[in-house]
């Protein structure tokens, strides 16, 4: 009887054990999960909603990107539809990155975040400008120096600031 009890200590001992071990390697296997996939979701929209920022200095205009040519720069993903181009970007990131983050250049000369439609679009100075629709670029146009200048007096106010709260 004693052997039994010694026995059965062990193996409740053994079990206390392996429970506590499969328990930490769920909350493990958990958090990666959760970092993977927050870290996943960081990026998941891409930037000019898709469009190859360095297809829109080319002859050819804008052009949408593919998930064969990929680059993430501050935490947003760019699509490229060539090899080249998405070298291009990684060598000079500064050169194609739309103004403003890619929100509309002239909601920005208001102090708005509007979201930049990537097919209307104008290249100012070697600069990449969105703006919201035609009828806000046809706006934005009257007077593009005066607009560029009150963005860029406006930008750093609301970069930070979510589109809702503006």
């Known amino acids: 009887m004693k052997k039994a009890k010694i026995l059965f200590n062990l193996l409740k001992e053994r079990e206390m054990k392996l429970i506590t071990f499969l328990i930490s ?3 493990l296997a958990g958090v990666s999960t959760s970092l993977f996939a927050a870290n ?4 998941s929209t891409p930037g000019v ?9 080319s002859e050819t ?3 949408r990107g593919n998930g064969h040519y990929v680059s993430d720069h501050e935490g947003v993903t760019y699509l490229f539809s060539t090899k080249k181009n998405m ?3 990684n060598k000079n990131p500064q050169k194609y990155l739309p103004a403003y983050g890619g929100y509309c250049a002239y909601g ?3 102090g708005k975040k509007f979201v930049g439609d990537p ?3 104008k290249i100012v100075d070697g600069k990449l400008y969105l703006n919201l629709d035609e009828n806000i670029q046809k706006e934005w146009e009257k ?3 005066g607009r560029i200048a009150m963005a860029d007096k406006e930008w750093p106010k609301i970069k930070d600031a979510s589109p809702a709260s503006l």
């Open 25 to 27: 390697i769920l909350f």
């Open 40 to 43: 996943i979701h960081a990026n």
């Open 49 to 57: 909603q898709g469009y190859d920022v360095v297809s829109y200095q």
């Open 61 to 63: 205009g804008p052009v």
């Open 87 to 89: 070298k291009a970007f």
């Open 108 to 110: 920005v000369s208001v």
């Open 119 to 121: 097919t209307v679009w």
């Open 143 to 145: 007077d593009i120096p």
